[in-house]
Protein backbone atom coordinates (compact mmCIF):
# COMPACT_ATOMS: atom_id res chain seq x y z
CA UNK A 1 0.00 0.00 0.00
CA UNK A 2 2.61 2.56 0.76
CA UNK A 3 4.81 1.75 -1.96
CA UNK A 4 1.18 1.74 -4.28
CA UNK A 5 0.67 5.60 -2.51
CA UNK A 6 4.87 6.57 -3.62
CA UNK A 7 3.91 5.24 -7.04
CA UNK A 8 1.01 7.71 -7.37
CA UNK A 9 2.87 10.84 -5.63
CA UNK A 10 5.74 10.45 -7.99
CA UNK A 11 3.64 10.19 -11.55
CA UNK A 12 1.70 13.13 -9.96
CA UNK A 13 4.81 14.60 -9.47
CA UNK A 14 5.89 13.82 -13.18
CA UNK A 15 2.37 14.68 -14.96
CA UNK A 16 2.61 18.21 -13.10
CA UNK A 17 6.31 19.16 -13.46
CA UNK A 18 5.54 17.99 -17.16
CA UNK A 19 2.78 19.96 -17.30
CA UNK A 20 4.20 23.57 -15.67
CA UNK A 21 7.27 23.18 -17.98
CA UNK A 22 4.89 22.67 -21.05
CA UNK A 23 2.90 25.90 -20.27
CA UNK A 24 5.60 27.81 -19.40
CA UNK A 25 7.46 27.14 -22.83
CA UNK A 26 4.27 27.95 -24.55
CA UNK A 27 4.03 31.14 -22.66
CA UNK A 28 6.92 32.01 -23.69
CA UNK A 29 7.04 31.70 -27.24
CA UNK A 30 3.15 33.54 -27.21
CA UNK A 31 5.78 36.33 -25.23
CA UNK A 32 8.48 36.09 -28.19
CA UNK A 33 5.35 36.50 -31.08
CA UNK A 34 3.49 39.28 -29.22
CA UNK A 35 6.47 41.36 -28.26
CA UNK A 36 7.29 43.77 -31.38
CA UNK A 37 8.83 46.64 -29.03
CA UNK A 38 8.55 50.65 -29.87
CA UNK A 39 12.04 51.93 -29.08
CA UNK A 40 11.99 55.67 -27.63
CA UNK A 41 15.90 56.39 -27.52
CA UNK A 42 16.32 59.73 -25.68
CA UNK A 43 19.99 61.66 -25.79
CA UNK A 44 20.73 64.32 -23.35
CA UNK A 45 23.19 66.78 -23.14
CA UNK A 46 23.97 69.62 -20.34
CA UNK A 47 24.56 72.55 -19.92
CA UNK A 48 28.58 73.34 -18.82
CA UNK A 49 27.27 75.15 -15.33
CA UNK A 50 24.97 72.15 -14.61
CA UNK A 51 25.83 70.41 -11.34
CA UNK A 52 25.98 67.07 -10.84
CA UNK A 53 23.40 67.91 -8.43
CA UNK A 54 20.92 69.23 -10.90
CA UNK A 55 21.81 66.70 -13.63
CA UNK A 56 20.88 63.77 -10.95
CA UNK A 57 18.04 65.24 -9.98
CA UNK A 58 16.89 64.97 -14.02
CA UNK A 59 17.88 61.53 -13.75
CA UNK A 60 16.06 60.68 -11.05
CA UNK A 61 12.92 62.74 -12.47
CA UNK A 62 13.05 60.52 -15.25
CA UNK A 63 13.25 57.53 -13.63
CA UNK A 64 10.12 58.06 -12.00
CA UNK A 65 8.01 58.31 -14.70
CA UNK A 66 7.45 54.64 -15.67
CA UNK A 67 6.08 54.58 -11.53
CA UNK A 68 3.50 57.76 -13.35
CA UNK A 69 3.11 56.94 -16.76
CA UNK A 70 1.46 53.29 -16.89
CA UNK A 71 2.08 53.13 -20.78
CA UNK A 72 6.15 52.68 -20.30
CA UNK A 73 6.48 48.57 -20.51
CA UNK A 74 10.11 49.15 -19.69
CA UNK A 75 12.76 51.64 -18.85
CA UNK A 76 16.63 51.76 -18.85
CA UNK A 77 19.50 54.44 -18.82
CA UNK A 78 23.21 55.17 -18.72
CA UNK A 79 25.68 57.68 -19.11
CA UNK A 80 28.03 57.32 -22.34
CA UNK A 81 31.09 55.21 -22.22
CA UNK A 82 31.91 55.19 -25.50
CA UNK A 83 35.59 55.07 -26.70
CA UNK A 84 34.80 56.36 -30.50
CA UNK A 85 33.82 59.99 -29.72
CA UNK A 86 30.97 60.34 -31.75
CA UNK A 87 28.05 61.12 -28.65
CA UNK A 88 27.73 64.44 -30.07
CA UNK A 89 28.04 65.80 -26.76
CA UNK A 90 25.83 63.82 -25.21
CA UNK A 91 26.34 61.95 -21.88
CA UNK A 92 23.14 60.24 -21.00
CA UNK A 93 21.20 57.71 -23.01
CA UNK A 94 17.88 57.04 -21.99
CA UNK A 95 15.41 54.22 -23.70
CA UNK A 96 11.82 54.19 -23.16
CA UNK A 97 9.98 51.04 -24.39
CA UNK A 98 6.70 51.30 -25.57
CA UNK A 99 4.61 48.42 -26.70
CA UNK A 100 1.98 50.18 -29.46
CA UNK A 101 2.25 53.83 -30.81
CA UNK A 102 -0.34 54.53 -28.95
CA UNK A 103 1.42 54.38 -25.61
CA UNK A 104 4.07 55.91 -26.99
CA UNK A 105 1.36 58.72 -28.28
CA UNK A 106 -0.43 58.71 -24.45
CA UNK A 107 3.11 59.18 -23.02
CA UNK A 108 4.39 62.31 -24.83
CA UNK A 109 1.65 65.05 -23.60
CA UNK A 110 0.97 63.12 -20.31
CA UNK A 111 1.01 65.66 -17.34
CA UNK A 112 3.92 63.77 -15.86
CA UNK A 113 6.57 63.83 -18.62
CA UNK A 114 5.35 66.83 -19.19
CA UNK A 115 6.39 68.34 -15.87
CA UNK A 116 9.58 66.51 -15.98
CA UNK A 117 10.81 68.71 -19.33
CA UNK A 118 9.77 71.90 -17.38
CA UNK A 119 12.20 70.43 -14.85
CA UNK A 120 14.59 69.80 -18.05
CA UNK A 121 14.76 72.30 -19.86
CA UNK A 122 16.78 75.00 -17.72
CA UNK A 123 20.04 72.78 -17.65
CA UNK A 124 19.28 71.19 -21.33
CA UNK A 125 22.05 72.23 -23.92
CA UNK A 126 21.07 69.42 -26.76
CA UNK A 127 18.61 66.08 -27.08
CA UNK A 128 18.19 64.02 -30.00
CA UNK A 129 15.57 60.92 -30.14
CA UNK A 130 14.73 58.49 -32.65
CA UNK A 131 12.06 56.02 -31.90
CA UNK A 132 12.00 52.74 -33.94
CA UNK A 133 9.96 49.61 -34.25
CA UNK A 134 12.28 47.25 -33.09
CA UNK A 135 13.53 44.65 -35.86
CA UNK A 136 15.71 41.71 -35.06
CA UNK B 1 -10.63 5.99 0.53
CA UNK B 2 -10.89 7.64 -2.75
CA UNK B 3 -11.66 10.35 -0.75
CA UNK B 4 -7.93 10.26 0.44
CA UNK B 5 -6.47 9.92 -2.31
CA UNK B 6 -8.42 12.47 -3.90
CA UNK B 7 -6.90 14.17 -0.76
CA UNK B 8 -3.09 13.19 -1.55
CA UNK B 9 -3.32 14.19 -5.21
CA UNK B 10 -4.43 17.26 -4.82
CA UNK B 11 -2.39 18.08 -2.07
CA UNK B 12 0.59 16.61 -4.25
CA UNK B 13 -0.77 19.04 -7.03
CA UNK B 14 -0.23 22.36 -4.74
CA UNK B 15 2.63 21.29 -3.02
CA UNK B 16 4.50 20.65 -6.60
CA UNK B 17 2.76 24.13 -8.74
CA UNK B 18 4.52 25.73 -5.49
CA UNK B 19 7.58 23.97 -5.73
CA UNK B 20 7.89 24.98 -9.57
CA UNK B 21 6.42 28.31 -9.25
CA UNK B 22 9.30 29.00 -6.56
CA UNK B 23 11.80 27.91 -8.76
CA UNK B 24 10.99 29.98 -11.84
CA UNK B 25 10.94 33.51 -9.32
CA UNK B 26 14.55 32.51 -8.29
CA UNK B 27 15.37 31.58 -11.90
CA UNK B 28 14.03 35.30 -13.37
CA UNK B 29 15.74 36.65 -10.07
CA UNK B 30 19.24 35.33 -11.06
CA UNK B 31 18.96 36.21 -14.52
CA UNK B 32 17.96 39.78 -13.84
CA UNK B 33 21.11 40.00 -11.86
CA UNK B 34 23.48 38.51 -14.14
CA UNK B 35 22.31 40.06 -17.04
CA UNK B 36 23.73 43.62 -16.65
CA UNK B 37 24.14 44.94 -20.14
CA UNK B 38 25.83 47.43 -22.22
CA UNK B 39 24.35 48.83 -25.11
CA UNK B 40 26.15 50.63 -27.74
CA UNK B 41 23.06 53.01 -29.64
CA UNK B 42 24.41 54.12 -33.28
CA UNK B 43 22.11 56.03 -35.62
CA UNK B 44 22.84 57.54 -39.22
CA UNK B 45 21.76 59.91 -41.37
CA UNK B 46 22.59 59.31 -45.38
CA UNK B 47 23.05 60.99 -48.09
CA UNK B 48 21.06 62.83 -50.07
CA UNK B 49 21.61 61.28 -53.11
CA UNK B 50 22.26 57.79 -51.32
CA UNK B 51 19.26 55.60 -53.25
CA UNK B 52 16.91 53.10 -51.80
CA UNK B 53 19.35 49.99 -52.45
CA UNK B 54 22.60 51.06 -51.30
CA UNK B 55 20.59 52.11 -47.78
CA UNK B 56 18.54 48.52 -47.78
CA UNK B 57 22.54 46.91 -48.66
CA UNK B 58 24.25 48.67 -45.43
CA UNK B 59 21.05 47.51 -43.27
CA UNK B 60 21.70 44.04 -44.68
CA UNK B 61 25.05 44.45 -44.31
CA UNK B 62 25.02 45.86 -40.50
CA UNK B 63 22.50 42.94 -39.58
CA UNK B 64 25.22 40.21 -40.97
CA UNK B 65 27.60 40.67 -37.77
CA UNK B 66 25.90 39.41 -35.57
CA UNK B 67 27.08 36.00 -37.31
CA UNK B 68 30.15 37.43 -38.18
CA UNK B 69 31.14 38.63 -34.66
CA UNK B 70 30.77 36.29 -31.73
CA UNK B 71 30.92 39.26 -28.98
CA UNK B 72 26.98 40.74 -29.87
CA UNK B 73 24.62 39.73 -27.55
CA UNK B 74 21.77 41.07 -29.31
CA UNK B 75 21.04 42.96 -31.92
CA UNK B 76 17.92 45.38 -33.30
CA UNK B 77 17.72 48.16 -35.31
CA UNK B 78 14.19 50.45 -37.18
CA UNK B 79 13.89 53.44 -38.71
CA UNK B 80 12.96 56.94 -36.87
CA UNK B 81 8.62 57.05 -36.57
CA UNK B 82 9.28 59.82 -33.68
CA UNK B 83 6.41 62.62 -33.91
CA UNK B 84 8.89 64.91 -31.90
CA UNK B 85 11.58 66.05 -34.88
CA UNK B 86 14.37 65.94 -32.82
CA UNK B 87 16.13 62.71 -34.65
CA UNK B 88 19.07 65.34 -36.47
CA UNK B 89 18.50 64.09 -39.85
CA UNK B 90 19.42 60.72 -38.12
CA UNK B 91 16.74 58.06 -39.66
CA UNK B 92 18.18 54.71 -38.61
CA UNK B 93 18.74 53.41 -35.22
CA UNK B 94 21.23 50.23 -34.26
CA UNK B 95 20.53 48.80 -31.19
CA UNK B 96 23.89 46.56 -30.02
CA UNK B 97 24.11 44.74 -27.05
CA UNK B 98 27.07 43.44 -25.13
CA UNK B 99 27.60 41.60 -22.45
CA UNK B 100 31.75 43.26 -21.03
CA UNK B 101 33.33 45.82 -22.59
CA UNK B 102 36.34 43.45 -23.92
CA UNK B 103 33.35 42.43 -25.51
CA UNK B 104 32.20 45.78 -26.86
CA UNK B 105 36.12 46.14 -27.55
CA UNK B 106 36.71 42.99 -29.86
CA UNK B 107 33.95 44.27 -31.47
CA UNK B 108 34.87 47.41 -32.47
CA UNK B 109 38.67 46.77 -34.58
CA UNK B 110 36.82 43.43 -35.89
CA UNK B 111 37.74 42.63 -39.34
CA UNK B 112 34.05 42.91 -40.40
CA UNK B 113 33.28 45.91 -38.80
CA UNK B 114 35.89 47.48 -39.89
CA UNK B 115 34.79 46.03 -43.43
CA UNK B 116 31.44 47.45 -42.83
CA UNK B 117 32.24 50.57 -41.77
CA UNK B 118 34.45 50.84 -45.77
CA UNK B 119 31.31 49.75 -47.12
CA UNK B 120 28.60 52.68 -44.90
CA UNK B 121 31.15 55.48 -45.17
CA UNK B 122 30.50 56.51 -49.04
CA UNK B 123 27.04 57.39 -48.38
CA UNK B 124 27.14 58.27 -44.74
CA UNK B 125 26.14 61.45 -43.49
CA UNK B 126 26.40 61.72 -39.97
CA UNK B 127 26.58 59.36 -37.01
CA UNK B 128 25.92 59.65 -33.53
CA UNK B 129 27.36 56.67 -31.04
CA UNK B 130 26.24 56.23 -27.61
CA UNK B 131 27.28 53.02 -25.45
CA UNK B 132 25.93 52.93 -22.10
CA UNK B 133 25.79 50.19 -18.79
CA UNK B 134 21.73 50.27 -18.92
CA UNK B 135 20.16 51.21 -15.33
CA UNK B 136 16.80 50.15 -14.61
Redesign the interface.
Known amino acids: MLRL?TG??VL??VL??GF?ANL?AAEKDQTAKEQKLL???V?FSFNDDATEDQITEIVKAFGELPKQIKTIHA??????????G???T?TH?F?VTFKS?KDR?EY?PHPAHKEFVIKLKPILKD??????????
Not at 75 to 84: A, H, I, L, M, R
Not at 127 to 136: E, F, G, P, R
Open positions: KYYTLVAVHRHVMYEWGTNNSPELNKHCLEDLVTVIDYWASH
